[in-house]
């Protein structure tokens, strides 16, 4: 079962989604959400610590698709799951993508 979400995005890809989790936190029973908005590394790793890879999801999420520091965050997170997991198809498994522009 999923135990922690991961939302890595910037501006309305991470604020509309922090809004909501905040606003209906004292409900929640689901799995624990993390964000992670900034390019800084440090940001990723800290929430990463928190993880387990075989018990979280990620999600990408960008309007275009083309903002370097989701794309950045994306690709160190799938990096980071693939080493701790040995296989490269967990991403098929823990990954998805939230986005308007379909071609990329």
Do not use: C
């Amino acid at each position: 079962p999923i135990e922690d979400v991961v939302n890595i995005g910037i501006g309305g890809s991470d604020l509309g989604p922090l809004m909501v989790t905040e606003a209906l936190k004292s409900y929640a029973i689901g799995p624990r959400v993390h964000f992670v908005s900034n390019i800084d590394g440090t940001h990723l790793a800290e929430v990463l610590k928190k993880v387990n890879p075989e018990t979280t999801l990620f999600i990408i999420a960008s309007k275009t698709f083309t903002t370097q520091e989701t794309i950045t965050n994306a690709l160190s997170a799938k990096m980071w799951l693939v080493a701790a997991s040995g296989d490269a198809s967990a991403v098929a498994k823990h990954f998805v993508a939230l986005s308007t522009n379909a071609d990329k």
